[in-house]
């Protein structure tokens, strides 16, 4: 979390505006799901991937290290769809490679895309974007303190193992366990002591419910808009074409 917001907030295309970023992301993500995966969800992927390590000049190791997760149960839904078990044992499953293949195109244009959005806008331009676009404020304010606390939480955890492994904690596998049974126990009521302190102090401020935050204006830039508009448009010729 903290190498993405950093990223997010260090990236070239930080001061694009979000409407841009809005319109490329979620225009190739409607596409990758609305058409066959093939050659759309090809093209999506490489547009998308192309756009945040070469436009926004994302570092590939980053990029790598948010998309291992998601890659990591991806292969385990393709492994399931491509084999079947019956009473004659493990085999290909009909058409599962197919299906497998078609799955993890999709799949992998998905997730370039929110990774772009993810890599490339901070949360504080997201939140401000939802307000922007009517979301109900009641909602954007628990997205910002969900956001603040799984920093809070992080830092927690962190501070908690180190204790542990200064105090032998991890010495070996069994008190490795045991001290991550501590500690996964202990972070709850940690956590329910920070929010009820928040609770206090924002009430102590005077506070009606409306948490601002700073963000900066950006003027939308018309050709770049039509840029994007024209990939989308054109990726979506190839999906008529091919389908």
Known sequence: MTAIDRIAHLNRWRH????????LALGMLLLSVVFPPFPVAVIV????????????????????????????????????LAVQIDSDGIA????????????????????SCFLFLALTTPT???????????????IVEIALLMYRFIFLLADAAYSMDRAQAARLGHSSKRRRLRSLGLLVANLLPRAM??????????AARGWTGDMRVLSRATPLSVPTLALVVVIEVLTAAAGVHFS
């Open 92 to 111: 290909l499953a009909p058409e599962g490679m197919s299906v497998a293949g078609q799955m993890m195109t999709r799949t992998l244009a998905g997730l």
């Open 45 to 80: 992927l490489v547009v998308m991937t192309v756009a945040t390590l070469a436009g926004a000049e994302v570092p590939v190791r980053v990029w790598l290290a948010c998309a291992g997760g998601p890659l990591g149960f991806l292969l385990i839904g393709v492994v399931f």
């Open 16 to 23: 694009r505006p979000l409407t841009e970023k809005i319109v």
């Open 124 to 138: 504080t331009d997201l939140l401000a974007g939802l307000r922007r676009f009517g979301v109900p404020p009641e």
């Open 193 to 202: 002591d920070q929010g009820r302190r928040l609770e206090m102090g924002l």
